[in-house]
Each structure stands twice: as structure tokens, then as C-alpha cells.
């Protein structure tokens, strides 16, 4: 069953990330067309660049008007959402697993995977309405690099292990960090979209991050040189044991018994559990 609250794994400010919008009173959101393109966006995702294009469009169209996208976005998703978030695939190294927490319309998961083809990408969304609409577009874009998760962050541990955990307006960066690093193999990273809050952010959960395993933390600039404002983002590298994992499981736990259980496998791999692969 779809629930339209916002569970521990999901996105806090809506399944859009930042400037999601309800519909307008008393009716539908106005739907407009995306602006074109910037030149830059060929030299980010290359040979997607068409996928790229017709991704934006169902942002600007059925992101809309389904709710997971602001109407007041769509003149900037080009800047602030697609090419903002597909800069993160600078900080990816070749063949890479990823996990987008809270993906919401696949921000950032789809402008990495477009982006870097040779990056395995799990968009991991706990709302059916939202892993359906991700269904459709890796469906129409032919995303084969790109499996559709419906469930929480704590009710995976355990079952998928990557290198590599995103996120975007989500949630405070020590309880993100709290779903998100346990879904990470040995010395994998988190990378964490938090803009103007990222240094606040991260100075008020160091001791929190310390304790959940990791090991190495900073804010960073991705896209210098390519966008015109940068991307800031924190990432968190872990050691040798990812912690975390004893209290994501009890959350799990907890969730189970209030019967906030999370739906069944989607997209690439329908009706199977992730395979983990060997590093």
C-alpha cells in the first residue's frame, strides 16, 4: 500500500527534492516545456544527450503535474536539478555501484546514469507513486544500467551493498547518514547534495558520523569549470566496517511491526532481490 507520509528513508521535502510543489488551488499544475538545453549539457552526457533532453521533458510534463516536480522549477531544471546533480559522476571511479536514498523523480540517480553508463545505479524510493513514474521513464529512456527499488534505506541493509550511497534533500545529514551508510561496501563513500548547508551541516554530525563508521568527511565542488554555480557536496568516505547496521536493522524491525513494510522489487530486476556484486 502507497503511503504519502515521508518515511525514514524517503524525502523529507517532497519526492522532487528542493521547490516541489502541490497542484495549483483547484486544479492541475499548468504544464510549460522545459527550457532548451545549454550547450554544456552535450559535453556532460555525450551519447545521452538525446535521453538527457527527453528526461528533462517528463520532469517539465509528468513531473508536474504528478506532483514530483514544482511547476516554478521547470525554467531551471537544466541548471538546478539535471546538470547539478550529473556532475556528481566526476567523483565516481569506473564501474561503480551506486544507491540514490529518497530518489523521489530521480534526482540525482538518472543525471548520473545518463552521464556514466558504466555506473550501476539503484534508485531507491519508498512511495509507489514515485517508483512507478521512475519505472516509466528508465522504461522509456532504455536505461539498462538502472534498477528501480521500492522500500526504505534500513529494510535493505543487508540485501544490497554498493560502493557508492547519493542523496538529495532528504534528510539532516546525520540521520541520512544514518540510512545511507550501511548500504555501503569497505571504504565506500556517501555523497550528499546539501548546498549553502553543507559546512553547518556537517560540523553539527561529526561525532555522529564517527560513530556510524566513518572515517573521512568534507564538503567538495564538483562541476567547476563546466557550470556556472558548482555543485556542493558532502562526502563521507567509511572504512573498513561500515557502521550503522545493528540500528538500521532494528528500525527495519520496528517498521515491520507497525506494518510500514516496503513494496516489492521494480524496474530492471523485477521480482528479484539485488545481486550483490564482487568488487
Wanted: charged share 25%; glycine share 14%; net charge positive.
Amino acid at each position: 500500500m502507497d503511503t504519502e507520509s515521508a518515511p525514514a528513508g524517503g524525502s523529507e521535502t517532497g519526492a522532487g527534492g528542493p521547490g516541489t510543489e502541490g497542484a495549483a488551488a483547484g486544479g492541475r499544475p499548468a504544464v510549460e516545456p522545459p527550457p532548451a538545453p545549454p550547450a554544456v549539457a552535450r559535453e556532460v552526457f555525450g551519447e545521452r544527450f538525446d535521453a538527457a533532453v527527453r528526461y528533462t521533458e517528463l520532469l517539465a510534463t509528468s513531473g508536474v503535474t504528478r506532483g514530483l516536480i514544482g511547476p516554478r522549477e521547470v525554467p531551471r531544471l537544466w541548471d538546478r536539478h539535471v546538470l547539478n546533480c550529473a556532475v556528481l559522476a566526476e567523483l565516481l571511479p569506473a564501474g561503480t555501484t551506486l544507491c540514490d536514498v529518497g530518489s523521489g523523480a530521480g534526482l540525482p540517480g538518472i543525471p548520473v546514469a545518463l552521464a556514466r553508463p558504466d555506473v550501476s545505479v539503484t534508485l531507491l524510493e519508498p512511495l509507489l507513486r514515485r517508483t512507478t513514474f521512475l519505472e516509466e521513464v528508465v522504461r522509456e529512456l532504455g536505461l539498462e544500467n538502472v534498477t528501480v527499488l521500492r522500500g526504505r534505506a534500513e529494510e535493505m541493509v543487508g540485501k544490497l551493498a554498493v560502493d557508492v550511497v547519493t542523496a538529495r534533500a532528504v534528510a539532516p545529514m546525520e540521520r541520512l547518514a544514518g540510512w545511507g551508510l550501511p548500504l555501503l561496501r569497505p571504504h565506500g563513500q556517501m555523497l550528499a547534495l546539501k548546498g549553502d548547508s553543507a559546512e553547518q551541516e556537517l560540523a553539527d554530525s561529526r561525532a555522529g558520523l564517527a560513530k556510524l563508521g566513518a572515517v573521512e568527511w568534507s564538503v567538495i565542488a564538483v562541476g567547476e569549470g563546466t557550470l556556472e554555480t558548482s555543485t556542493r557536496v558532502v562526502q563521507v568516505k567509511v572504512g573498513e566496517s561500515p557502521g550503522g547496521v545493528k540500528a538500521a536493522t532494528r528500525r527495519a524491525r520496528a517498521a515491520a511491526r507497525a506494518g510500514r513494510v516496503g513494496g516489492p522489487v521494480r524496474g530492471g530486476d523485477r521480482g528479484r532481490t539485488p545481486r550483490r556484486r564482487g568488487r
